[in-house]
Structures are given as structure tokens and as C-alpha cells.
């Protein structure tokens, strides 16, 4: 079966500092995605970051990095110099090719950033 | 340029009737996913469909059912709706077999009273 688990349901940090979204995954595949979406009050669902599980550097998009441990499962989420507009739920999602494309997501840490 | 819509986004209603929520992909994905978000956040997969191959999550009740009039649309009906089914409807899309991201609709409201 795959799960992933998000052990942070919220989290805080203060504007321009840098916070760490934690992400554990479980899978028997050897080929595998991994997606961080955000999700901010207005509802609406934005990718944040992919890592293909084959690729051992880290992704990075801006002020956003992942930190990709194949062996561990572990796939967390930095999010530097953070902003007022990082407000959100953030959800870590794993996804197969042999289980049909379906992506299968965590339950979410909710992130506030304090000003 | 909507990339993938939803329609309605906020749909109230009462218990035993039935509503249909309509999706569409102008992305010329060929698989198209129902997410149910409950009051908690969490975001489960409900059905998952391209042209040929329909998958649907064991736990979903036979009272929701998927209907594809063809490849951008993917409508998803539910029968006698009971309080249980009030929560936030995400439709995506994707494309194989680039496995490159979901794109999410704005996600629809339902509140069953």
C-alpha cells in the first residue's frame, strides 16, 4: 500500500525566517514521484515543488527546496525567507505509474507565517 | 485561460436529493481524478478515469458515480445525498506518461442541510 504521513497538522514561522514541512512516505516502488501543493484560503490547489525519486539532487524552486531522502522515505519541504503569502495548508503527495496514476496525498500542515 | 473549471462552485442542498458537479479540462489531459476534502483538510481520491480505464476507490459509495461524456469532461453525480457528503470536490487532470503534476479545479462546495 502507499501512504504518506505528515506528522505536523500546523506550524508557525516568522516572516523571513525558514521553516521546515516535514513528509514520510511508504512504497514498495523504485520508481515514484514526489509533489509539495500548497493550498491557501482561497482553496485553489498549487504544485510547489516535484522530485522524480530516480534524481538524487534535491529539487529547488526559489525559496522553496526539498529535502529527498530515498532510503529513509522521507521527503520534507524548506521553505526560505518566508512570506506573509506562504499562508497555507500544505499537503506532500506521492505518486506511482503502476498504481494508475493516482497520486496519494498527506493529511496536510497548516502554515502560518507570522509578521 | 481556466485550465481546469468547476461548476458550481458553492452548491447547497437538501438531504435525498440528487446533484451533478461538472469538470472541464482544456488541457488535453487524458486522465482526469475526484478528490473529496473533508472539514479536516484531508483530500482523498475518490474516482480516477481516462479513456479506458476507470478506478474507483473501494471506500466511495455506489451513490457517487463518475459519467464522461468524452475526454475534457469528467461530471460526477451523487444519488440521495445524505449530510456525510458536505465537503470540498476537487476535480484534476493529468497526462501520461510524462507523470508531470495534477492540475486542480478551483474545487466545488457542497453543503447538504
Known amino acids: 500500500a502507499q501512504t504518506v504521513t505528515q506528522s505536523q497538522p500546523e506550524m508557525s514561522v516568522q516572516e523571513a525566517e525558514t521553516v521546515t514541512l516535514s513528509c514520510t512516505y511508504d512504497t514498495s516502488e523504485n520508481n515514484y514521484y514526489l509533489f509539495w501543493y500548497k493550498q491557501p484560503p482561497s482553496r485553489q490547489m498549487i504544485l510547489v515543488i516535484r522530485q522524480e525519486a530516480y534524481k538524487q539532487q534535491n529539487a529547488t524552486e526559489n525559496r522553496f527546496s526539498v529535502n529527498f531522502q530515498k532510503a529513509a522515505k522521507s521527503f520534507s519541504l524548506k521553505i526560505s525567507d518566508s512570506q506573509l503569502g506562504d499562508t497555507a495548508m500544505y499537503f506532500c503527495?506521492?505518486?506511482?505509474?503502476?498504481?494508475?496514476?493516482?497520486?496519494?496525498f498527506g493529511t496536510g500542515t497548516s502554515l502560518t507565517v507570522i509578521p | 485561460d481556466t485550465a481546469v473549471s468547476q461548476t458550481p462552485k458553492y452548491l447547497v442542498t437538501q438531504m435525498g436529493n440528487d446533484k451533478s458537479i461538472k469538470c472541464e479540462q482544456n488541457l488535453g489531459h487524458d486522465t482526469m481524478y475526484w478528490y473529496k476534502q473533508d472539514s479536516k483538510k484531508f483530500l482523498k481520491i475518490m474516482f480516477s478515469?481516462?479513456?479506458?480505464?476507470?478506478?474507483i476507490n473501494e471506500t466511495v459509495p455506489n451513490r457517487f458515480s463518475p459519467k464522461s461524456p468524452d475526454k475534457a469532461h469528467l461530471n460526477l453525480h451523487i444519488n440521495s445525498l445524505e449530510l456525510g457528503d458536505s465537503a470540498v470536490y476537487f476535480c484534476?487532470?493529468?497526462?501520461?506518461?510524462?507523470?508531470?503534476?495534477?492540475?486542480f479545479g478551483p474545487g466545488t462546495r457542497l453543503t447538504v442541510l
Open positions: 484534476a487532470s493529468s497526462n501520461r506518461p510524462s507523470y508531470n503534476e495534477q492540475f
Open positions: 503527495a506521492f505518486m506511482t505509474p503502476n498504481t494508475g496514476n493516482q497520486f496519494y
Open positions: 478515469y481516462n479513456n479506458k480505464e476507470l478506478i
